[in-house]
């Protein structure tokens, strides 16, 4: 019986979480009109983005996978990045919102980059639906995984290339990402960096935990 | 005549006065709850918040950890 240790990257986790929320809060921002002190959103709205592409992409290399290798397990890591992607999705929605009302006096406008998002991640919820649907556990790992190709596939144009071709009030749009080097004021890069890496690996735990905890189900109803 | 073309550029660099859109309004930030030490009350709430988070994640962690042990020894 191994005793419980908890792994170098979670302690790491921990300490980047801490790091942003204490940093975000305590070190110094540019002082901008309109936004005030709200651009330390940027810290936590931006990498929940982030994180959650990197789950979306994990979930689709996960189910072109499986349907090379019909293991289960390769639909288990799909399935629980997507659930991962999709919450950090919604809360990247809450939070833009949030900012949205704080800054341009609306919670929500009719805006490419927000509407796509939404449209995106209402794709991603039928893949839950479609899920729930279907019986049989290899037609439904089947027929998800293709979906989810789908998915990820119309995902990247509606929120990454349909925006930028735009103008837009929200940053990332009229041909430029917004993501260059000299995009970020200097005193913010020293925490943003850390809050997208805090926080996408926080998904990732989220991840494993779900991952785990679908295996040890998996393998109860098989006793 | 002779030096229409210097004073048309004057002219002109004068014109370019009007184009200053910068104001020099001191921006809003929270500097009051800074200096009344309140930001700290902020970033303390944030902590505690965290920190609950950041337990129920490490329980959640270390019950999986049990019965994943419980199932290899089966």
Redesign the interface.
Known sequence: ??R?R?AWW?VLT?IL??YT??GG??LPVP???IL??SIRLNYFHVPMWFSMMFQFAYSVWYSIRYLRSSAIEDDDHAFVATQVGFLFGVLGLITGSLWANATWGTFWTTDPKLNNTAIGLMIYAAYFVLRGGLQDETQRARLSAVYNIFAFSIFIPLIYILPRMTDSLHPGSGDNPTFRLFDTAHNMKLVIYTSIIAFIMTGW?FKT?LF??RT?TR?HHE? | MKYSIALITIILLACSLQAFAQDNT?????DTLRRDGK?YT??AG??VI?TGF?VF??R???K??????E?K??
């Open positions: 019986m191994t419980y908890l979670k921990l979480l801490y929320a204490i809060f305590l002082r901008l009109h005030n002190e735990w935990i785990r905890l040890l393998l006793i | 001191p921006v809003e930030m929270a930001i902020v970033v944030l902590v965290l950041v994640l490490i959640v962690d270390r999986l950890h049990k019965m994943e042990e199932a020894q089966n």
